[in-house]
């Protein structure tokens, strides 16, 4: 067969050309799996592609013939014998290059060439994809990139026609003006097992009310990018593409210097006879060194390290790192940034698996704490395609959150909760009144986890400044009570009960090598359970053993198993969607989800209870999971809060 540099090649290529040669190859396999919220991102890609396609009303579609390029480029060709045309995946085979066009826009000798995207920008303000000095900026690089690759081939192949490139993406400063416009392009999967979109067949353009979407001149970027090429000033844009063509075209491995990129590569696996692992083979080559060596923990496993420099210098693995390396700056009474680099480090080096916990300040800052402690954790979504009229692509829509309440004589209780996935609904401003509510019922410490409820309630606060809310006043004085503002706000305010980051509780004071360096709670959450024997005792037990109350759990359910000895994530215990349901009844669904582990399935299981063709039982069940999840976030935020108690209590009595 013959291997054609197409243009997801060669965006892999500028990620590392090194895998040109892997990918593909089944004795490679890679490990790339997309995680929801990068899922989450992909259908809202669909759903705009498929409404930019809606400006054009005439445009043909080439479909079918995945995997003959031939047959693509020939169709192609013929349609562009016309006059005038728009082809929606135009495809051009040119001198082993390959790419296939979002949007082609011909009138006579002139090509609009459209990539649609969802990613965002705001119209109003948009000057273009430069920095202040005059460079692209780094985040829309591989975006136009793209655009330049997909122009030179048209240009390549059709050199008397003129090509403009643009790219087509949601536009923040827009207002939807009708009711359900995301609810008329349902992401789906057919039969092959590719996704697509379904909508209703009548559906016009004039139905979806003012555009949402900006199409954006990318000249000048492309300009700069054929001219400076700045992802390899080594080489022209024409020589990188031949160089990456020639290569791939040749099965000749590129061998590109090892570094800070190759913790993302997902070409690592266990070799055996018929596996190879592409990771393995740049280092061993590079480094002349064993798979096992190889195994190492790297300089760029340390959390939060500029670990480019200190690789480019040939330290590659932490037992090379020095003091001075890092030079940790110590700080009263907590852990500095750099003394829990330098803690991981030597953690590490000297395989100690026991936490370090800088007691004194965790101790002054729990005594500052009110009871009872109330826990809180949101769930949201912001959708390149709104759900419902006056709101803008994007914009963040707050639909659930749980509440744990914890006594000062310890007990714990699952004190409300919030769900609202009704059609149509916009629901931030009742879930900020239930919110108040649930937290007005004491006067006790407020806890999130990062900075995600406090964006959230600024969101709304802004929301309810352009509403005619009767209770605005009231909302917005109760967000003035329990945040702070962020950066972006032009008022200022810190509230009495500002809400108070466990993340930083754990960020400041607490390091456990169980985490290696992250501060997730998806990570922090197994490390407590595996460090505390407070926690093992207490949650191996069903729930009705430990007078836990709970609003979505069984109570013979328990929060804790172990395996080996090694706790199993209370998350992976989460029942999957759809448990005991019958082959037939699983076939009738439409969402195609799996289960609801994560915050991106949440926000994918909130779109997809938007499409009113969901059938009820089918709904019943995703919004149970909905439930169990949010409760089990709040209750992990508890459980850490038990393990930091524990510690203080245990150093008081030794």
Not at 491 to 518: E, N
Request: proline share 4%.
């Amino acid at each position: 067969m013959n291997r054609y540099l197409t243009k997801s090649r060669f965006k892999q290529a500028l990620e590392c050309p090194t895998k040109l040669f892997y990918t593909k190859k089944k004795q490679y396999p890679s490990s790339k799996t997309e995680d929801t919220f990068l899922q989450s991102l992909a259908e809202g890609g669909f759903q705009v592609e498929e409404l930019a396609r809606m400006n054009y009303p005439n445009g043909i579609a080439i479909l079918g013939y995945d995997w003959d390029y031939n047959e693509l480029a020939t169709r192609t060709s013929k349609l562009m014998e016309r006059e005038n045309v728009t082809i929606f995946e135009a495809a051009f085979l040119h001198n082993g290059l390959f790419i296939r066009v979002d949007i082609l826009d011909k009138k006579g000798d002139e090509i609009q060439l459209i990539e649609v995207k969802a990613k965002s920008i705001r119209k109003s303000s948009h000057t273009g994809f430069f920095g202040k000095r005059g460079s692209l900026v780094s985040g829309w690089i591989p975006y136009l990139y793209d655009v330049a690759f997909q122009k030179f081939v048209i240009e390549e192949s059709h050199p008397s026609l003129t090509v403009k490139a643009f790219l087509m993406l949601a536009n923040k400063d827009a207002l939807s003006t009708v009711d359900g416009i995301n609810q008329n392009f349902r992401v789906s999967k057919n039969s092959n097992d590719r996704t697509g979109i379904v909508k209703p067949k009548d559906l016009c353009l004039e139905d979806l009310g003012d555009s949402l979407l900006a199409t954006i001149s990318v000249e000048d970027e492309i300009d700069y990018i054929q001219n400076n090429n700045p992802v390899d000033e080594s080489r022209s844009f024409i020589e990188l593409v031949d160089y990456y063509k020639d290569h791939y075209s040749k099965d000749v491995k590129i061998f590109a210097k090892i570094g800070k990129q190759c913790k993302q590569c997902e070409y690592k696996c266990e070799e055996s006879n018929d596996l190879k692992s592409g990771f393995n083979e740049c280092w061993s080559s590079q480094l002349n060194i064993s798979s096992e060596q190889i195994r190492k923990p790297k300089v760029y496993d340390v959390s939060g390290l500029r670990a480019k420099k200190l690789m480019e210098q040939g330290k590659y693995f932490m037992e090379e790192l020095t003091e001075n390396d890092i030079n940790p700056q110590p700080v009263p009474d907590k852990f500095s940034s750099s003394e829990r680099q330098w803690i991981q480090v030597e953690k590490t080096i000297n395989n100690d698996p026991t936490p370090a916990i800088e007691l004194d300040g965790l101790r002054d800052e729990m005594n500052s704490w009110v009871y009872p402690l109330n826990f809180i954790d949101f769930e949201t979504s912001a959708i390149a395609l709104p759900f419902t009229s006056g709101r803008k692509p994007y914009e963040q829509l707050a639909f659930q959150y749980s509440h744990h309440i914890v006594y000062e004589d310890g007990r714990v209780e699952h004190a409300s909760e919030y769900l609202n996935v009704q059609v149509g609904a916009f629901p931030n401003f009742d879930f900020i009144r239930a919110l108040k509510q649930s937290l007005e019922l004491n006067s006790g410490s407020i806890f999130r986890y990062h900075n995600h409820e406090n964006t959230i309630v600024n969101a709304i606060y802004k929301q309810l400044l352009a509403s005619a809310e009767a209770d605005k006043d009231e909302l917005i004085a109760f967000i003035h009570a329990v945040s702070h503002n962020t950066g972006n706000s032009t008022a200022q305010w810190c509230g009495d009960r500002d809400m108070i980051d466990l993340w930083k509780v754990v960020k400041d004071y607490y390091y456990d090598p169980y985490t290696k360096g992250s501060n997730s709670i998806k990570d922090v959450l197994p490390a407590v359970l595996h460090s505390s024997e407070f926690l093992q005792n207490k949650y191996q037990k069903s729930i009705v053993e430990i007078n836990l109350t709970t609003k979505n759990f069984d109570n013979n359910d328990v929060f804790l198993k172990l395996e080996n000895d090694i706790p199993i994530s209370p998350y992976k215990l989460l029942p999957p969607l759809f448990e005991g349901w019958s082959p037939e009844a699983l076939g009738a669904n439409v969402t195609e989800m799996e289960g609801v582990s994560d915050g991106g399935a949440a926000l994918t299981a909130y779109g997809k209870l938007q499409f009113e063709e969901v059938s009820s039982q089918e709904r019943k069940e995703i919004e149970k999971a909905l439930l169990k999840y949010c409760e089990l976030d709040t209750l992990a935020m508890v459980m850490i809060y038990e393990c930091f108690n524990e510690l203080i209590k245990l150093e008081s009595v030794g």
